[in-house]
C-alpha cells in the first residue's frame, strides 16, 4: 500500500510548488521511475489520477520516464523532475 | 495566461513514516510500540454504494504488491454472498493467478527488502553494486511471476480480467503454453534463492508463536480454506467476527487484530509452512529440509528462507495447473444479485487477508469489511521487538534502528517501505 502513501506525498510537493509560483494549474507533470521502484508507468498513472483529483494537477498530462539501470543510486525511487504550470501573469515559458 | 517549467528533482517519500516507540524500565524494555501507515479503512468507504462487480477491480488498487490477494478475497466473499461456486478450470486458473502472485511479491520481499539487511546494505540498490547477479536473478525471478499476472490478469500490476464468477476472457492452451518456459527457469532460479537465504546468516529468535493460516485438506491452502492454528482454532471463514476482532489503537492509522480467546497471533509464510508443510510439493519439502528447515519454523529472521521454498512451490504448482489445462466452456458463472451477507479469505503473500461485504436486493455494497495482514500481525510484530530489542539495546543507535527495522521487513513489504525511515525513540523510565 506504500504506493498511495509515496503518490500522496508527491502530490503535496506538486500543490506546494503550484502554490510557491502562484499559478493556476499544472499542465504537465515529469517524473522518472527507478529500475527498482517496483511501480510501472500504468501503475502510477492509476494513483496519480486517484490522488489527484480536486486538486491543482488533476488535468495535468503525465511525462514519465522509466529507467532500467538497477546500479542507478536513486533506482528504488521515484523522483518528480519538473512541472509545467499555467500561470496568470505573462511569466512566458 | 502564461506558461513556466520548473525544474524539481525532489524525492517522493512515503508519508506517515513509521516510527518506533520503545520503554526500558529497570533495564528491561516494558513497551516497544509500532506505529505505521495504512489506509484499507479509505477503500472500505470507498466501495460502500457501489455495484457488487466493482468490487474485484477497486480493491486490486488497495496494494501493487499483492492486488490479486484483495482481487481473490472479494471475489470469493462476493461468490459466498450470491451462492456460486467457480470449480474446474476456472478454479485452477484462480490458483495459477495467485501463484504469480506469491512468485512476484516473494521475489520482491526477498530480493529488494530483506535480503539487503541480512548482508548489511541499506538497500537493494547498494547491493546490486556488489551482487549485480543476484539482484539480476531476483529481478528475473519476479518477472516471471509478471508474465503469469499479465497473461491471466490481463496486465502486469493491477490485475483487470478477474470478475466475480470467473475471468472475463481464459486464455487458450497454446497462450499458456509459452508460460511454462518461463516458469522451468524460475524454478531453478527459485532453488537457488532457497539455497542462498539459507546461507545467509541468521539471528537465533524462536518464538512461540499462534500460527493461523488457512488449512484446506486437499492442497497447499492458497484461495480457499478453513481458518486453523497451532492451538486447536479450527473455524470457516464466514466465522472470523466471531474468533478475531480488531481495535482501533490511537497511535496508528491501523486497526489492530486480536483473537478473542489467545490475544496476538501470526499469519504468513512462516504459518503456512508450518500448518501446511506436509502439503507442500515434493520438491519444495526436499528443498526446505536440505535449507536446514524443519517441519515448521518459528524463527522469524528465517522467514525469508520460507518465502523462497513457498517460490519453489509456487512454480512447480503453476507448472502442474498448466499441464492440466484444459480450455474450459465458458469464462465465468453468472451471478444473480440478490440481498446477502458474503465472506471471502486468501492467503495474501504476507499473511491471511479477510473479506466480509453485505449486499443489498440489487447488488449495491453496504458494508465493506477488510482485514489486511499487517493489522493481524501488528501485535505480533510489536511482541518481536519486545521481547527483541532487550538483547541489543548495548548497539550504536543506527545499528539498533537497522535491527527493528529488519525484524519489520521480517513481516512485509509493504510496511517496509514505510519503515526504511523508521524514527526509534528509546526511553528509559
Ligand atoms: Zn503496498
Redesign the pocket.
Known sequence: ???TALVKNLIHRVETLCADENAERVVEVAVWLGALCHMSPEHFTDHFRQEAAGTCAEQAQLRIETSDDINHPQAQDVLLQSLELETEDEAGP | MGRKTIKVDYLARVEGEGALNVTIRDGQVSKAELRIFEPPRFFEAFLRGRDYAEAPDVTARI???CPVAYQMSAVHAMENALGIEVEGQLRALRRLLYCGEWIESHALHIYMLHAPDFLGYAGAVDMARDYPDIVKRGLSLKKAGNAIMALLGGREIHPINVRVGGFYRTPTRKELEPLAETLKQARENALATVRWTAGLEMPEAERDYHLVALHHPGEYAMNVGRIVSNRGLDIAVADYNRHFVESHVQRSTALHSHLREHDCYLVGPLARYSLNHGQLSSLARETAKEAGLGVTCTNPFQSIVVRSVEVVYACDEALRIIDEYREPERPFELAEPKASEGFGCTEAPRGLLFHRYRLDASGGILEAQIVPPTAQNQPSIEADLKDLVGGWLDLPADTLRERCEQTIRNYDP?ISCATHFLKLDVRHE
Do not use: D
Open positions: 500500500m506504500h504506493e | 496494494c501493487g504488491i509493504c
